[in-house]
DNA sequence: ATCGTGACGAACG
DNA sequence: CCGTTCGCCACGA
């Protein structure tokens, strides 16, 4: 239970709503900042359970866009939640770390 | 213990 | 900013 995603499932519920963040930085406050393709591993591999109550949407790359591996389902109700929240997308599907990014 | 895999990232060009 | 290349990590078989 204290595994590595363990971690990443609870730093990713810390994210407040209206902000975004990123593989990369979830792995740094994890403890292992060069684990970002792990922390994407991590939700990609979330229990149904967790899905209810971590905000994995709020987790994009380092470039702001989102990552979904093909599923472009996933993907769209990304969007979709994030949409809901306050999250502005530009033009080109991204995201303004700038002005969304969590932490500060 | 080893190998392959993947929602990534930084460095380059 | 975009695609390519290489490096890193944790996980399951």
Redesign the pocket.
Known sequence: MD???MTVYNITTLIPSGMVS????I?AMAG?P?????????????PEDQLATVP?QR?I???GKI?????SG??VL?KKLLLSEGIIFGG?DTVSLKEFGWPR
């Open positions: 595994s590595f995603y990123t593989y990369g930085r792995a292992s060069r684990a970002a393709r792990a922390v994407g591993y991590a939700l990609h591999s979330l994995w987790v790359n380092s470039r990552s979904s591996s093909g599923d996933r993907a990304q080109d």
